[in-house]
């Protein structure tokens, strides 16, 4: 029988190297795998290139690896919410990729399905295709790498004529997921919102490692209930149904606000 599992995040992640590619789930704060991101900032890894939708907050998520000044880059959709990843970028001290949300999913997920390129029409006239994207600041304000121009043709699917963009795959060293239940066999169940990046991250990951907060022998879980099937998935460690889930930004409507009781003494 195949047994997956590992005892504890640090001996799931012991032999990520310093230098290596992550592809990391995630969505904001939601699915992020932080019992594996912790135990990597705990092992002092460094020097990694991750892919992922967003890079966390200045105190969560990749945001420790951040601060902690163990990423050298990042491929990213999104980077509004973390101070410290704007001042490392001008800076010169991280390298970044910028890419179209939905473009950095398909990439994953090609990675993971044994595609090497593909074209889209999402970046077509933009810096996306043009190239000249800042990757990397040189410190002083000038840009020491700038993305490269990619190739551009025409294609007419369903008879409509137009210009797309080839993207090519993501292929990463080790990928980092967070599940709601997973089996030993590695096959695993995601909740809600948490499903987001986090099986595109472990299609493209060549080693999948995955935290779980309920680990159930192989074979309980529904068949058709399965959102990722194991053979993705390399590594599984549970870390309970107790783990600290952040929520980015907590809003309510202003009419629910105005209906809630104000409490004594407030």
């Given amino acids: 029988m195949i047994d997956k599992t590992y005892a504890t995040a640090a001996e799931a992640v012991a032999?990520?190297?310093d230098g290596?590619?992550?592809?990391?789930g995630g969505f904001g704060l939601s699915g992020n795998p932080i019992a594996l991101i912790e135990a990597i900032l705990a092992q002092g890894t460094s020097d990694l290139s991750i892919v992922s939708n967003n890079c966390g907050v200045d105190d969560w998520g990749l945001g420790v690896l951040l601060n902690a000044k163990r990423i050298r880059k990042m491929t990213s959709s999104y980077v509004g919410e973390n101070k410290e990843f704007e001042r490392?970028?001008?800076s010169g001290e991280l390298e970044l990729e910028l890419t179209p949300q939905g473009t950095l999913a398909e990439k994953l997920r090609a990675g993971g399905s044994g595609i090497a390129a593909f074209f889209t029409q999402t970046g077509v006239g933009t810096q996306v295709a043009e190239g000249g994207l800042p990757r990397k600041y040189d410190g002083?304000?000038?840009i020491a790498v700038a993305s490269p121009q990619k190739d551009v043709r025409t294609f007419a699917p369903g008879g409509t004529e137009g210009e797309y963009v080839l993207e090519e795959a993501i292929v990463t060293d080790y990928a980092l997921v967070h599940a709601l239940k997973g089996d030993t066999h590695g096959n695993l169940v995601f909740n809600k919102a948490a499903r987001n990046f986090n099986p595109l991250a472990?299609?493209?990951g060549k080693v999948c490692i995955a935290q779980v907060e309920?680990?159930?022998p192989a074979g309980d879980l529904e068949p058709d209930s399965i959102h990722l099937p194991g053979i993705y998935v390399h590594r599984v460690v549970e870390v309970g149904t107790g783990i600290e889930?952040?929520?980015e930004r907590r809003t309510v409507s202003?009419?629910?606000a105005l209906r809630r009781p104000v409490p004594e003494g407030a």
């Fill in 214 to 216: 309920e680990l159930v």
């Fill in 15 to 17: 032999d990520i190297p």
């Fill in 202 to 204: 472990a299609m493209a």
């Fill in 88 to 90: 490392q970028f001008l």
């Fill in 254 to 256: 202003v009419d629910e």
């Fill in 245 to 247: 889930k952040r929520i």
């Fill in 20 to 24: 290596a590619s992550l592809a990391v």
């Fill in 140 to 142: 002083q304000g000038g």
